[in-house]
Every structure is written in C-alpha cells, then in structure tokens.
C-alpha cells in the first residue's frame, strides 16, 4: 500500500517541529472557537457552522521524488511523518510536499524532483479526452448501480450495508455534512441471487482511500465486466453459478466527494470528525484534523506500527480498532458469509501484496498459496506504461503497516486477502482509466477461478441426524504453525468448508466439541478439487483417567492440567501422579499442563482413550534466571540485568535498567549459543515476562534463527502486562541449532518503562511425551473383510510390529461407549493375527443394527479404534 502504508513519525527536528505547529495552531484555533463561543453565549455548533469548508489555507502540495532512495532513506521520511505517496526499495520514494518542505530538503536530496502537480492530479480527474466523462461521483455510481440491478435481477443485488459518518452528522441537523448523506452500497452477484446458497463467498472493495478513486472505477468495471460475461463466457458463468461476488465499489464516500469536488485532491483518510467542531477540518499539508486512515482501523494487530495516533496524520488510525463506520460495515460483511478470498483496491505502486503486513518477517503459514496466486495475478497485470508487469510481495516486505484490511480478514477469518496497488499515480488521466481498469480484469478473474484447484472442501454433519455442524478443519503442518491465529470452521448453515492448500499430502483433523473426531489423509492436486464430507459421530462421556510423571517414570502430584478454550476446566493431579475426570467428552482440546519446577506443556491433543500419560521434563537445557550475570548473553543497546523487577530471585533482564526506553532504537539480547536441538523429540522454550510499552508502534519481538544471520519472528509484546508465563513448542526447529533473541524496536514518539524477562527455559525431550503412541511398539488394528457394513462376520487383523510386552486387548463397544464383548486379551508375538467378531454380545446374544467401535488398547490405555456398522 506505498500510497496508505504510512506512519507519522518525526524525526527530522524540522518537520517535527512544523507539525506540531500545526497541532498547536489547531489546539489554540479551537481554543479560541470555544472561547468566543462562551463568550458570545452561542452555542458551539453555530460558532462551528459559519466556517465554510475548505476555508483553511492550502498551500499547493505536489508529488516529489527522489531517486535511488536508502532504506535508511525511507525509515528517516516515515518517521518525520512525511505522507509518503509510493516506495519502490532502491528505485524511488515518492513523497507529498509543499514548496517550502520542497526547497529545503532538496538541498539534502539533490535527486528530488516534481513528478505530478496538484493541477495535473485535477485535470486527470475531469479528463475529457476521447469523450470519456471522467470518475464516476458518488451519485453515477448509484444510478448505475440500480440501472445495473434493473437490467440484471436474477444476478445483481444492490444493498446498503450502512451509513457513513456523513450521513450520521447530517441525520443530526450539522448543516456542514448537508451534502455528505452517504450510504455504502454492496453489490452480491450470483444466479439465484435472492438466495442465501451453498457456495463460497468472494470481494471486490473500492476506495478505503480517498484520493484512489481508480480502485472505485476498477470494481465498477468488475461489475460489468462479470454481468457481461455471465452466459457469454463459460468460467465467468461458472464463477456467478458457483460462488457468491460481493463487490463494495465505494467504502469511503464520504472522502470521495473531498476529492472528486476537488475540495482536496490529496485528502486520504474519512471524514470522521476528530475534533468535534462540526467543520470539516482538511488542514494544509495533506494531514488534517479530521478523519481516520480506514486501512489503519481494522482490529488485527491494531496500533501495532506504520500507524499513528496523530489525529493530523493521514495514518491514524483512529481512537480504537474499529472505531470507524466503514470498518465496521465491511467487517460485519465479511463475517456474515463464507468469504474465501478478495481483493481490496488501492494506488500507486503496481504491487500485489497478501498478508501479513503488521510487522517485518512474519511469515504467514498460508504464504506459499497466497504467494502463488499473487504471483500468478501480478504477471497478468502490466504496468501503466507498459513494459512490464505488476510485482508481487508479502506486505511487510514493502514496509510494515497494522491495522490494514488484509491481516485483519486473514488473520481472524483466514481469507486470502489481497490488496493490490494499481498505477503508477493516485489519479491516472480519465481518458487512460478504462484501459488500467481492462488491464486488471484477468488477476480479478483469477482469484475467482482459484476454488477450481489445490482446494480441499466439503460438509460437516452429525452422522445421526445428517444436521451441519460448525467443526475446526485442522491441518497439520500448517495449522500447528505458532503463527497460526486463526483456524479453519465449517459454517453453520450447510457445514460447508473449503481450505485452499499447496499440492501435497495432509493429514487433516476434523473437530467438534462433543463429537468424535475424525481424521483423514488428503492428496491436494493442481488439476482439480479434493472433497471430504464428514460425519461426526456424537461423542459418550467416559472416565479419563490421566497419569502425569517425570521421564524416570516417577509420578508428579500437583500438576494442573487445564482445558483451554472450551469451558476452562481445571484438574491437579493426586499424589500418584492422577488426574481421574468423569464424564469425560472425548475430542480435541487445546491443553495445558504446569506444574513449578517442571516445563509447561501446551499443545492440541486428541482424547480418545479412557488413559493418558503426560511427562513433564524438569532439567532445562537452558536456564538462565539471571541471578548470576548476562555472561550466556550477546547485547546491544542498553540491555541490562534489572534489580527492581523480578520474577524469581533477585534479578530480571530488561532492555531498559534505568527508567524508560529511549526513541528510536533497535537493541537486542541474544543467546550467545545456540540450543542443541539435533535428534531429540520435544522442545518447549518458556520465560516469564512484564511490560509496559507504547502502543503507538514500539515492541519487543521474540525471534529465533539457525544459523544466527537470519531471524525469523517468533511473537511480539507491546502494550502492558503483569508478569505472565509465556510457552512455545519449538518443535519446528528440531534438528537445527537454534539461536533466541529479544529486540527491542521503538520509534521517535512516545516512551515507557519496557519489558523485564525473567526464568528463561528450554526443555529438550530426548523421550517420547507420550509413552504409549511412541515408546511402546504399536500393533495396528484394521477391518480385514468387506463389505463394511457387515451383516454376518467381522474379519479384523492385527498387525505387531514386535513381540508386545504386554497384553493387546481388542474389544467391542457400542455408541454410548457401554462395552459390547471383550473379544480378545493377551500377550501377542510379532507379525499378522486374525480375528473373528460373529455380531454378538458377551453373553452369545445377536446385537442391534447400528454402529459399533473395535477397541484395541494395552493395559487401559487406548491405542486404536476403528468403527462398524452391523446392518442384517
Ligand atoms: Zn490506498
């Protein structure tokens, strides 16, 4: 989002210093309103009311640029607050100046120069060259829009999905916002529109920013483009017959009509009135007192960095996550369908950009697909000038932004979520839209066309009573990723699901609170869609009986093993070592297990058997709780041990020892020696922490690399917090020599005390955690005759991979989980055994049709268990 990514951050004294006057002009100019105001005896809002819009001095602002910029270059402009245009790294740096901000910086970037005029961004945006009318206002958009409706009614459905503050204000009488009655208008496209289907759910979303009208013009051509096609061309026919298209042309009207009327061709941010004078407050230099940077409000990493709370900057980002109508508006639509990938329009840069975008170098677990197809669309797409084509990029790697539209959609709902940034200017000449507009139609089409390939979908219903059910479709190797936030769900209304994934192999869990889960082994292909429907079968309560030991076998008494998530239930273990948990509803819960002295475990884990056994490791490869020195420690900056704060002993560490952080640092704490992870099986790193860190985009960020040259981002912490224990699973690392380390980042405002960090550990398990799915060999149980249902004789076989240790008890249990007949309890030699069940229960009766579970377990603890159907 060159053109929106942009944070105000003072760092050149000068500019610092001509912002704040601004801010100080604003603050006595509104003083003295309220003064007269009082003493006047007027009411505020008729003192507000006689100033006229746009009655503040402008000075005329251009486009400049400067050429081969640092990237030193571009942290300096950023954190001065500049209104950064576009950012090519190593190309250019497109900068908003005025002629005074011009003529003194040029002397420093000799490079600098005017690329587009304020009168040129004016004249392209009226352009009548080759009877082209120029952008569409609000009103052309809506006439159209209902013209469209009426040509089209079995495809089109035009909504209103909400108000913006202009129509707010003028619903209270403020005469200022007369003209600014807008609603935010969404378009559905499919056949049987007026029906809710079965199908998944994609966007198109103009104009979060003003001064971009070109994204509104492009979702407009979408819109016609697809109703054009539909019937015509056989994919667009099949998108509109499969999918639901949500196309929302104009989120930000009220900014619109500030830029179209040419009011200010510059003006970026809503019209939210920040100030609550009642005027619209444009301010000169880009950044006004008013409105908030829609692309900076959205409630995922909200206020994390490249975001102010400057009210004059043209990136704040407004006084809580989705403080903002139009936010709220497409959030709100976003979570009332199954949307599955979108694109959100933007200029300039000619990017394709894809989460995450809040902070450098986080890689998302969804990255490879969402970079595919980025990359596919930024190929089909040339450049404004030809000669090239669209590039494409995480977002971060441009530059770091939080609260944008993308990482909110991915990271809470797991959307591919695009932005793309269109041309080469805000406002491209009129005459040249239509063809920049044409230019984007294939990438649009191909995020329609995605659900057709490398997709695993299907239903998830009560294998009872056939209902939907709302179910957690959990991949493994991508969804145990610590950077996973968000995970797949079956929605509740048909139990559909769809997942888009890389070719390959997963094993994928399907999980239901109160239901059994289940797992299958998915083959993903390029050609085509893999489908799974599942049926969950309802769980019966049992008793869990959960042993907790040291890896010497030794049983551990006070352990707390908590279930996250689901009710937060919370059991210690007795002086054996048990946990006994009746009415136990098997299924997969996120766990936790701590005990003082011991490292916490905390992980996903199936409950399917009535025993468990969990080992906690107690000797920490690694532990340092800094009584002794930072001698195991590589500093920079002002790291230092911390007498005053403490978690365990007498010291902590902190990057601060003596009061507040100072601006603009990057300092770390890293382990002067990596950990050893070659051969072992688990690895948990925990530490305790505090901290108080400005929420205006300073943080500390946790890190780890194998090679101590590149780090990869592992959490962050910013904000304030007690002392809290914080866990992760390493395991991702194993077989690598792996380095940790704490950077503390902060920028040129706002300052506090920092963090403190206390009792660092890392618990290397050379034995299994789990002793009887990996120490024990594991005979393996399946159904060796079909059909399946049966109706006379059940074949089973069981495979022993060595002679077993102990008895191998196979038995039948029904739905209720009630035991049917023990079939089967000895010791067994190694290699292949038969197994007859003729349908009978313990005492030689015939059972019930109905489904039946074949047990196979090991001195109560439950290694497999496969399901029947008895049907005679
Ligand atoms: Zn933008």
């Given at each position: 989002?060159p053109s929106?990514?942009w ?55 251009f486009v400049a640029r400067i050429v081969?910029p640092?990237?030193?270059?571009f942290?300096?402009f950023?954190?001065?607050?500049f209104d950064i245009c576009s950012y090519h790294?190593?190309e250019h740096l497109d900068i908003l100046l ?13 490079s600098l120069h005017i690329t587009q ?230 200029t300039y840069g ?71 940034e269109?041309?080469e200017e805000f ?446």
């Amino acid at each position: 989002m060159p053109s929106e990514q942009w944070g105000c951050r003072p760092a050149f004294p000068t500019v610092f210093f001509y912002l704040k006057n601004t801010w100080e002009y604003a603050m006595k100019y509104m003083l003295l309103v309220i003064m007269i105001a009082v003493i006047l005896a007027i009411p505020l809002f008729a003192a507000a009311s006689v100033i006229p819009l746009a009655a503040y001095p402008q000075s005329p602002r251009f486009v400049a640029r400067i050429v081969s910029p640092t990237a030193e270059n571009f942290t300096q402009f950023t954190r001065a607050g500049f209104d950064i245009c576009s950012y090519h790294p190593g190309e250019h740096l497109d900068i908003l100046l005025d002629d005074s901000l011009f003529q003194e910086l040029k002397a420093d970037y000799p490079s600098l120069h005017i690329t587009q005029t304020e009168a040129q961004l004016k004249a392209n945006l009226l352009s009548n060259e080759r009877d082209i009318p120029g952008y569409r206002n609000y009103q052309t958009m809506l006439d159209e829009l209902m013209q469209l409706q009426a040509q089209y009614p079995n495809l089109m459905q035009v909504t209103s999905i909400g108000n913006t503050w202009g129509a707010q204000y003028a619903a209270q009488q403020i005469s200022t916002y007369q003209d600014f009655d807008h609603q935010i208008w969404a378009v559905k496209l499919s056949n049987n529109v007026q029906m809710n289907e079965d199908e998944p759910a994609f966007y198109f979303v103009g104009e979060h920013h003003a001064r971009e009208p070109i994204s509104m013009e492009t979702v407009m051509g979408i819109l016609n483009h697809l109703l054009e096609g539909y019937g015509v061309d056989t994919s667009i026919t099949d998108y509109l017959n499969t999918s639901e298209i949500w196309l929302v042309p104009l989120l930000n009207p009220d900014g619109h009509k500030i830029v179209i009327d040419q009011t200010d061709v510059w003006w970026r941010k809503n019209l939210r009135d920040n100030n609550g004078n009642h005027a619209i407050n444009l301010d000169d230099y880009g950044n006004g007192a008013d409105g908030v940077d829609l692309n900076r409000n959205y409630g995922y990493k909200w206020g994390f960095q490249s975001a102010t709370d400057d009210p004059f900057s043209v990136t704040y980002h407004g006084t809580e996550a989705f403080s903002e109508l139009e936010t709220q508006v497409f959030r709100d639509l976003l979570l009332s369908r199954n949307f599955i990938a979108g694109i959100s329009y933007h200029t300039y840069g000619q990017y394709v950009l894809y989460p995450f975008g809040y902070q450098q170098n986080i890689i998302s677990p969804d990255a490879v697909e969402m970079h595919a197809l980025a990359g596919a669309m930024a190929a089909t797409i040339p450049t404004q000038s030809g000669g090239s084509h669209y590039s494409s990029m995480p977002s971060y790697s441009l530059y770091p932004v939080s609260g944008s539209s993308d990482d909110w959609a991915y990271g809470e709902k797991g959307i591919f979520a695009y932005t793309i940034e269109m041309a080469e200017e805000f406002i491209p000449p009129a005459a040249e839209v239509p063809e920049i507009v044409q230019n984007n139609l294939t990438a649009a089409k191909l995020l329609l066309a995605r659900k057709n390939s490398k997709l695993l979908k299907g239903h998830i219903t009560d294998a009872l009573t056939g209902e939907p059910l709302q179910a957690m479709i959990f991949v493994e190797g991508i969804d145990n990723n610590p950077l996973k936030t968000n995970q797949t769900y079956s929605e509740p209304v048909y139990g559909s699901y769809y997942r888009f994934l890389p070719e390959g192999t997963y094993q994928v869990q399907y999980i239901c609170p109160g239901y059994s889960a289940e797992s299958f082994s998915q083959s993903i292909v390029s050609t085509g869609v893999t489908i799974q429907d599942v049926a969950l079968l309802p769980a019966e309560p049992f008793s869990l009986q959960v042993h907790i030991s040291d890896p010497t076998g030794s049983a551990i008494a006070g352990a707390t093993l908590a279930f996250l998530d689901t009710e937060q239930f919370t059991y210690h273990s007795n002086e054996q070592g048990l946990i006994n948990i009746n009415n136990f509803l098997p299924g997969t819960y996120r766990i936790s297990i701590t005990c003082p002295g011991y490292e916490q475990l905390l992980r996903m884990e199936s409950f399917s058997g009535t025993s468990r056994t969990f080992i906690l490791n107690s000797n920490p490869q690694v532990a340092d709780g800094f009584e002794l020195g930072l001698t195991a420690w590589q500093i920079s900056g002002n790291w230092e041990r911390s007498t005053s704060q403490h978690y365990s002993g007498s010291y902590s560490l902190t990057d601060s020892p003596t009061g507040n952080y100072s601006n603009n640092q990057t300092s770390n704490c890293r382990l002067l020696q990596p950990v050893n992870l070659q051969g072992v099986l688990n690895v948990n790193l925990q530490f305790y922490a505090k901290h108080n860190i400005s929420l205006d985009g300073d943080y500390c960020m946790l890190q780890y690399s194998t090679n101590g040259v590149t780090w990869k981002y592992l959490d962050d912490f910013t904000g304030v917090s007690a002392w809290q224990l914080y866990s992760y699973n390493l395991n991702h690392l194993i077989g690598s020599n792996a380095y940790l380390r704490f950077t503390m980042y902060s920028n040129s405002s706002g300052s506090a005390d920092g963090i403190y960090i206390d009792d660092v550990k890392v618990f290397v398990t050379s034995h299994p955690t789990n002793l009887t799915e990996e120490l024990l060999p594991t005979p393996s149980l399946s159904i060796n005759s079909y059909p399946n249902p049966f109706s006379d004789k059940l074949n089973l076989e069981i495979d022993c991979p060595e002679n077993s240790k102990s008895p191998i008890a196979i038995a039948v249990y029904n739905l209720k989980g009630q035991l049917v007949r023990e079939l089967f309890s000895e010791v067994l030699a190694q290699g292949k055994h038969q197994l007859v069940w003729d349908g009978k229960d313990a005492s030689a009766q015939a059972c019930a049709n109905g489904m039946y579970f074949i047990k196979l377990s090991r001195t109560n603890e439950q290694i497999k268990s496969i399901k029947t159907i008895l049907l005679k």
